[in-house]
């Protein structure tokens, strides 16, 4: 009998220090945050709006850039007033990483920790390192001083930094205490000379604080600028981060089953082999989006959430940039022989197929789609069937919401 109560006693110590050692799935604390990516923000000491600049942001962008500083002020409106934990910003906080316009922001940001809220920031492919930094005037431009990841962390040293329990060495990744349970590792893949990809020292970072936080018992949540999974077959290269497939393992290995980021603008998300990635579409793109999650012992909640900008004329202007990645379209529509109300039912479904697949509502997309000619008008225009396959294949879903049942 005591044999067996002795034997009883080494199994129960032995499954504690099992759990101990973090062998086990994380319970997280309950927590609250805000995530936002690809702000572009530009600050106006650079910048006059005028011809040069409307010409640098390009046919192709969507970004509502003549309103980006009535964007950014609504939503740090915004997130005082739903008072989160922490708001954290996935990269690409500024448009084209002039040092003015990180002194700028952080000024704006620093409204949201002066009213009790955690900013937390890294940097994106247009925040450090950027030779198109430039100062815009007129019909002109001129090249000016873009920030390094030194000068980006001196810059947010108050928005993550100075409150980490862990900087790396080598790049701004750092892990932070979010609550008594949670922490957020926030991953730094635009290092100098580590473009979309972190060096194998800063991969050992990253494993010993995962390591660390297993086993003392943490919940951890993952975030960085560039891309874990392939969201769209179609852009691949410069958006899936290198090392891939060891930063799979690692999450899965230390139970991290949520990572955040953005870079490709979408409202998006992917999960395989119990990990999600979810990317939240860019600020500046209307409908302006952001998003809330609400982690709880039992699940992890994403909603996509909108911002109304009150500035006169923003709606119209807003649809207006959609539209305006359509104008490839319309350029390449002239060189064919379609009618002119063919083509203007081309660039309008193009128009609308953008504003609900950034948008993350291809539910509604769907319900819109309506025009059974337009499968052999698309045919007979030549347009490339890739890209309208890798559409065809989102009709019908919902990305700006997501449950996350934590086992």
Not at 183 to 206: C, E, G, H, K, P
Not at 270 to 277: F, M
Not at 304 to 310: F, L, N, R, S
């Amino acid at each position: 009998m005591k044999r067996r109560i002795l034997l009883v006693n080494l199994i129960l110590i032995f499954a504690s220090l099992i759990f101990a050692s973090g062998c086990g799935k994380r319970i997280p604390a309950k927590a609250d945050i805000i995530v936002v990516s690809d702000v572009h923000y530009i600050s106006p000491r650079i910048n006059d709006f005028g011809e040069m600049f409307e010409a640098s942001i390009g046919v192709r962008d969507g970004r509502a850039m003549d309103y980006i500083e009535e964007i950014t002020d609504t939503f740090i409106d915004q997130a005082i007033k739903e008072k989160p934990e922490a708001v954290v910003i996935t990269g690409d906080l500024t448009m084209n990483g002039a040092i003015e316009s990180h002194e700028d922001l952080a000024v704006k940001l620093k409204r949201i920790e002066d009213a009790g809220i955690s900013v937390l920031v890294l940097p994106g492919n247009h925040d450090v390192y950027c030779e198109n930094a430039a100062k815009f005037e007129g019909d002109s431009f001129t090249r000016i001083e873009s920030a390094t990841t030194e000068s980006f962390m001196e810059i947010y040293r108050d928005f993550g930094y100075s409150e980490a329990i862990s900087v790396d060495e080598k790049t701004a990744s750092y892990m932070y205490q979010l609550n008594d349970k949670t922490r957020i590792l926030m991953i730094d893949f635009n290092a100098r000379d580590q473009y979309n990809n972190v060096s194998m020292d800063t991969l050992r970072w990253i494993e010993k604080e995962l390591k660390q936080a297993r086993d003392e018992g943490m919940y951890v949540v993952a975030a960085g600028h560039q891309n874990l999974f392939v969201h769209n077959p179609l852009f691949t290269f410069g958006y899936v981060i290198g090392h891939d497939r060891d930063f799979k393992k690692l999450f899965k290995y230390y139970g991290v089953d949520l990572y955040l980021s953005g870079h490709m603008h979408i409202q998006h998300y992917v999960t395989e082999d119990g990990i999600t990635e979810i990317l939240t579409s860019a600020l500046p793109l209307y409908p302006n989006q952001y998003g809330r999650i609400y982690i709880t012992e039992e699940s992890i909640e994403y909603t996509g959430e909108t911002i109304k900008i009150a500035a006169d004329g923003y709606e119209e202007y807003g649809l207006e940039s959609i539209d305006r990645m359509s104008n490839p379209l319309r350029k390449s529509l002239e060189e064919t022989d379609l009618k002119d109300y063919e083509k203007e039912k081309l660039v309008d479904y193009f128009t609308l197929m953008n504003l609900y697949y950034y948008s993350g509502d291809m539910v509604t997309f769907k319900e819109k789609d309506t025009d059974e000619e337009m499968p052999e008008l698309l045919e007979k225009a030549g347009i490339n069937g890739k890209y309208i396959e890798s559409m065809e294949k989102e009709k019908g879903k919902d990305y700006r919401y997501l449950k996350i049942e934590l086992k």
